[in-house]
């Protein structure tokens, strides 16, 4: 269900990188200057249509994480976009979550990643999205909840 959840979140990253067949500008078409946000419904993201969850990854999720990521590391996430969390395929329109291009985690052995990377994804990555969502987050008392799985990789799992 997590991975379920963590693919159709991160499907719709930016709507501006997929196809046009799949969004549809919610008024006047890109640069036109009169858009106007699509008002979306109040339930949870997985029931969302596929346009919708566009809508919301470009009202929602890209506003509240991209300040989160260019202020962590302005030089490393300068670029911020669909890319960073989804990678190549955006450009073929693929947003296949958890994306196993970013860090592969090892749960053992988590010493290859700088302790302040570490803090920032616990302390505010994963709490966002998890508040953005609408879902609890990931602990150990609640394991189904959202958590660092529904984005990276891991070894031995």
Same mark, same amino acid.
């Given at each position: 269900?997590?991975?379920?959840?963590? @693919?159709?979140?991160?499907?719709?990253?930016?709507?501006? @990188?997929?196809?046009? @067949?799949?969004?549809?500008?919610?008024?006047?078409?890109?640069?036109?200057? @009169?858009?106007?946000?699509? +008002?979306?419904?109040? +339930?949870?993201?997985?029931?969302?249509? &596929?346009?919708?969850?566009?809508?919301?990854?470009?009202?929602?999720?890209?506003?509240?994480?991209?300040?989160?990521?260019? $202020?962590?590391?302005?030089?490393?996430? *300068?670029?911020?976009?669909?890319?960073?969390?989804? *990678? /190549?395929? +955006?450009?073929? *329109?693929?947003?296949?979550? &958890? $994306?196993?291009?970013? &860090?592969?985690?090892?749960?053992?052995?988590?010493?290859?990643?700088?302790?302040?990377?570490?803090?920032?994804?616990?302390? /505010?990555?994963?709490?966002?999205?998890?508040?953005?969502?609408?879902?609890? /987050?990931?602990?150990?008392? $609640?394991?189904?909840?959202? *958590?660092?799985? /529904?984005?990276?990789?891991? +070894?031995?799992?």
């Amino acid at each position: 269900m997590r991975t379920l959840i963590a @693919s159709l979140l991160f499907i719709a990253a930016c709507g501006g @990188s997929k196809p046009a @067949s799949t969004t549809t500008p919610p008024t006047g078409g890109e640069g036109s200057g @009169s858009a106007v946000a699509a +008002v979306l419904p109040d +339930v949870p993201f997985a029931k969302l249509e &596929p346009a919708q969850k566009a809508e919301f990854m470009k009202q929602k999720v890209m506003p509240a994480m991209e300040p989160i990521f260019k $202020n962590h590391d302005a030089k490393k996430f *300068g670029e911020f976009g669909c890319q960073t969390c989804h *990678g /190549e395929g +955006v450009a073929k *329109g693929e947003f296949k979550m &958890p $994306n196993p291009k970013l &860090p592969v985690l090892d749960f053992k052995d988590m010493s290859k990643f700088k302790p302040e990377d570490l803090k920032w994804m616990g302390d /505010e990555v994963k709490p966002t999205m998890a508040k953005i969502l609408g879902l609890p /987050e990931y602990t150990k008392e $609640n394991p189904t909840g959202f *958590g660092c799985l /529904e984005c990276h990789t891991a +070894v031995g799992m």
